[in-house]
């Protein structure tokens, strides 16, 4: 461990208000749906958005790196894990409903877990979010990706975002994006790829009747049966592996299926045998077993198609930022 780290950890714990102590060598197995990950030299929990900010200050002033950890839900991190600090929004959940410019708005702290936002929404009858019943991520990570679920995008719904931008001399400054359409693609929002750091998000709601109240509940109901149904948490895993491509004329999952690796597997990790387009941790799964079996997929769809998939899950100091095709 080095003295810098050592430092921020003991400057965060006086200076800072944290759910808990600053950690050492915390398992980042424990924290991702992998359920892979080494240590993380120092793991820190900041109580609230305020906690953030000043945890963010300390550590910039000892001149660090670190990484924003969300729900862990699309993220393989190296069996090394990391040596710098981690710091977890898993404490940045509240949930309060607003009024803007005769809008109703569901403001979510970026750890908030869409299902903290399932059962808000249906204490105070609010419709709107029913696509998303069951991501097991949370609202900021669902903004930098711009999930996507069952035909509807995060995009979809989204007012704004108030988020930490790193100015002039490294200054942190709480700035507000508004949504504009243009910045926002399948599965790509305009944070990816930049050190803002979302500390929370607007979506759109609407207040329900009591019938209307019963049919939402209803399909959040059947969209957390159907996640179940297709295996997402029966094993291990991060989803969907790879994004869909129109161009393709059928889904990745379908092309996987039908090159033959369903149930393939390297070490502890395996081509789901329900589904082509889910890597499952068999239960002794290292991160280099997964980026492995990924870039094998990719490499043996490219060869026996030409497609060349796209990776959807982060892959955190193993082998490359992703995989890619032969030819990229």
């Known amino acids: 461990m080095t003295t810098n780290v050592r430092k921020i950890a003991e400057k965060c714990n006086i200076h800072t208000n944290l759910a808990c102590p600053p950690k050492y060598n915390e398992p980042m197995k424990e924290h991702t749906t992998f359920r892979v990950g080494g240590p993380a030299a120092l793991f820190i929990e900041p109580a609230s958005a305020q906690s953030l900010v000043d945890v963010l200050t300390e550590i910039q002033q ?35 409903t607003v009024a803007v410019d005769n809008s109703l ?9 869409f299902e903290q ?13 029913e696509s998303f019943a069951g991501l097991p991520g949370t609202a900021g990570g ?4 711009n999930a996507r679920c069952y035909g509807a995008s995060i995009s979809d719904v989204l007012h704004s975002v108030t988020y ?19 910045d926002w693609e399948y599965k790509h929002s305009p944070f990816q790829h930049t050190r803002h750091t979302i500390l929370d998000a607007l979506f759109h709601v609407r207040h329900l009747t009591p019938q209307e109240q019963r049919q939402a509940e209803q399909q959040a ?24 491509n129109r161009a393709f004329g059928k889904p990745t999952g379908k092309i996987i299926e039908e090159t033959g690796l369903r149930g393939f597997s390297i070490g502890g990790a395996q081509v789901a045998p329900w589904h082509g387009n889910f890597i499952i941790n068999t239960g002794n799964a290292t991160a280099a077993d997964i980026f492995e079996l990924t870039k094998y997929v990719m490499e043996r769809v490219y060869t026996a198609t030409g497609f060349k998939l796209e990776c959807e899950i982060i892959f955190c100091g193993v082998g490359a930022v992703c995989p890619s095709c032969p030819s990229q």
């Open 105 to 113: 708005l569901l403001r979510c702290g970026t750890g908030t877990t």
């Open 221 to 244: 109901q059947e969209h957390i049966a159907d996640r179940k149904q297709k295996g997402h948490f029966s094993w291990p895993s991060a989803g969907s592996v790879f994004k869909n």
């Open 142 to 145: 669902a903004v930098y990706m």
């Open 62 to 96: 000892q001149n660090s790196e670190y990484f924003i950890l969300g729900g862990g839900s699309n993220l393989v991190v190296s069996d090394s894990g990391f040596d710098i600090p981690v710091i977890s929004t898993s404490n940045l959940c509240t949930i309060e």
């Open 164 to 182: 930490l931008q790193q100015g002039t001399g490294e200054k942190l400054t709480t700035e507000t994006y508004t949504f504009t359409a243009a």
């Open 117 to 129: 936002i399932r059962t808000y929404c249906f204490q105070h009858s609010l419709g709107g979010l």
